[in-house]
Nanobody
Framework: VQLQASGGGLVQAGGSLRLSCAAS????????MGWFRQALGKEREFVAA???????YYADSVKGRFSVSKDRAKNSVYLQMNSLKPEDTALYYC???????????????????WGQGTLVTVSS
């Protein structure tokens, strides 16, 4: 399964972006799709996740500003990012997990497949 993330770009603080993640094929083993980000010089961190069955999860830093959604028919998930801040600047990755239990949702090591990343830059 290949994941393709897109939608990144340059936006001013307070603006919005919508990221998309499309899978090359339907992965029936996938339980959860996650969004992570990595800023320059920092470790990869959890942003949000959505389970194909039900349930969404957010990092405290993005709650109330970001929203994750899914379209099973299109094998795609989306990350709507509003009220962007300069500290949201990072390379954003989507990932798929087949064995990821709820308590592991925010752990990068619990995901099997990763997209190539899309760059989000928020200017002040």
């Amino acid at each position: 399964v290949q994941l393709q993330a897109s939608g990144g770009g340059l936006v001013q603080a307070g603006g919005s972006l919508r990221l998309s993640c499309a899978a090359s094929e339907r992965d029936y083993s996938s339980r959860v799709m996650g969004w992570f980000r990595q800023a320059l010089g920092k470790e990869r961190e959890f942003v949000a996740a959505i389970r194909w069955s039900a349930g969404t999860y957010y990092a405290d830093s993005v709650k109330g500003r970001f929203s994750v959604s899914k379209d099973r028919a299109k094998n795609s998930v989306y990350l709507q990012m509003n009220s962007l801040k300069p500290e949201d600047t990072a390379l954003y990755y989507c990932a798929s997990g087949s064995r990821t239990i709820v308590s592991q949702t925010s752990e990068p090591s619990a995901y099997d497949y990763w997209g190539q990343g899309t760059l989000v830059t928020v200017s002040s």
